[in-house]
């Protein structure tokens, strides 16, 4: 096991275009959080599933994001209609039952 | 609401020993955790501390909390560059499923060799 996987590790999209990110945790960590951050603060929380369970959200998380965990493993995170306000990176991170482990992140950037 | 502050820079010599200072909000947080960030990259977790314990003590790192004050630190000894990184000091939070942490905006550390 490699730690957590996302993918892409860059996205570049034009304002108004949809996009999605994939984030493979380690494969026994029932626990998956994602989290944005924007240049010179820290992550901030968006959501957390325990297996295929949404089980918090934040109010960050407006409408246009979507996150789906299907079968408890993998999870994706979909952001429609994209702004430039939406361009950071987006962290994925996993745990069993405390720590986590995050991964390399995606960077947005939207033109 | 839960906060965590932390100060911007630090700036040590090489050999030096570096303490990176964060104070937080809820005290009723379970854990709190030092991160480290390098450029592009991911956050690594480098040690954390149960909330009832004053100090740990991992190789080069000692993690110090005033729970009164509600203040952590984090002590590294003699700082080498490869240390230099955004650290950033972060709270389990207290939300619904309290598995949430919460971050401070980090402190840059830069060590001249």
């Known amino acids: 096991d490699t730690g957590v996987s996302q993918d892409p590790r860059h996205k570049i999209t034009k304002r108004g275009q949809n996009v999605t990110f994939r984030c493979d945790p380690i494969s026994e960590h029932n626990r998956l959080y994602w989290y944005r951050q924007t240049l010179g603060q820290g992550p901030e929380f968006l959501t957390y599933f325990q297996n295929e369970a949404q089980l918090e959200k934040s109010r960050l998380l407006s409408d246009r994001f979507s996150a789906e965990r299907p079968k408890g493993s993998f999870s994706t995170l979909e952001i429609q209609r994209t702004e430039q306000g939406d361009s950071a990176m987006y962290l994925c991170?996993?745990?069993?039952?405390?720590?986590?482990?995050f991964g390399s992140g995606t960077r947005l950037t939207v033109v | 609401g839960e906060d965590v502050e932390q100060s911007l820079f630090l700036s040590v010599r090489e050999g030096d020993s570096s303490v990176i200072n964060c104070t937080y909000t809820?005290?009723?947080?379970?854990?709190l955790y030092w991160y480290k960030q390098e450029p592009g990259a991911g956050l690594q977790l480098l040690t954390y501390i149960f909330s009832n314990m004053d100090m740990k003590q991992d190789q080069r790192l000692t993690v110090l909390l005033n729970k009164k004050d509600k203040h952590l630190s984090l002590r590294i000894a003699d700082t080498q560059t490869g240390d230099s990184a955004i650290y950033f000091c972060a709270q389990s939070g207290a939300g619904e499923y309290g598995n949430k942490l919460v971050f401070g905006a980090g402190t840059i550390l830069r060590v001249k060799s």
């Open positions: 991170a996993s745990s069993l039952t405390g720590g986590y482990t």
């Open positions: 809820d005290s009723s947080s379970t854990y």
